[in-house]
């Protein structure tokens, strides 16, 4: 019986993703430590070095019944957690990730942030694809103006919810 696996986001030691990419990948599980081409400066010379493009974080892609075994696994803190249960990585998004590792070298990453007069895309609920303007940002949610027919609805929606067109 074929197992459904999914990835996930490990929360790991620091300066341990090399460590636990090789630890997992000898115990027969498939992980992925994206890994960025570095310029660094010696004295005597220029090297490339390949450096973790995330800080603490590896994915691993494991059928549900196996999160417990990686828990297990030295330098592995825990899995990166989303409403109340591990993330789930889509195939795409780990895909997108190699492919512009190898077309792109030194590459530079920040988090995301919503501001006041963003333009933005519902994903999910029954806003979805519908298009918006950003009126306020609180911790975790926003504000956003959906105007459609002729009228202005408002709604304060998860950060989670929205997509910056």
């Known amino acids: 019986m074929m197992q459904n696996k999914d990835w996930f986001a490990l929360y790991t030691k620091p300066r341990w993703e090399k460590k636990i990419d090789a ?19 010696w004295s005597d010379r220029v090297k490339v070095v390949e450096e973790p ?10 059928a549900q019944q196996d999160l417990s075994n990686i828990r297990g696994v030295n330098g592995v803190v825990n899995f990166v957690y989303w409403l109340g249960k591990p993330a789930v990585i889509r195939e795409a998004e780990i895909e997108n990730i190699k492919k512009f590792l190898n077309e792109y070298e030194d590459v530079q ?4 942030s919503m501001e006041i007069g963003d333009q933005v895309l519902v994903t999910t609920g029954p806003l979805m694809d519908k298009s918006g303007t950003i009126k306020k940002v609180l911790k975790n949610r926003v504000e956003l103006v959906i105007e ?3 009228y202005k609805l408002t709604a304060n929606l998860p950060k989670t919810k929205l997509k910056k067109l």
Do not use: D, R, T
Not at 24 to 33: N, R, V
Not at 53 to 62: A, D, N, P, Q, R
Not at 109 to 112: F, N, R, S, V
């Open 23 to 41: 630890l997992l990948h000898q115990k027969g599980f498939e992980s992925y430590c994206p890994l960025n081409k570095v310029k660094k400066q």
């Open 53 to 62: 493009l995330f800080k603490s974080y590896v994915f691993v892609k494991i």
């Open 109 to 112: 990453i920040a988090p995301l």
């Open 148 to 150: 459609c027919l002729g």
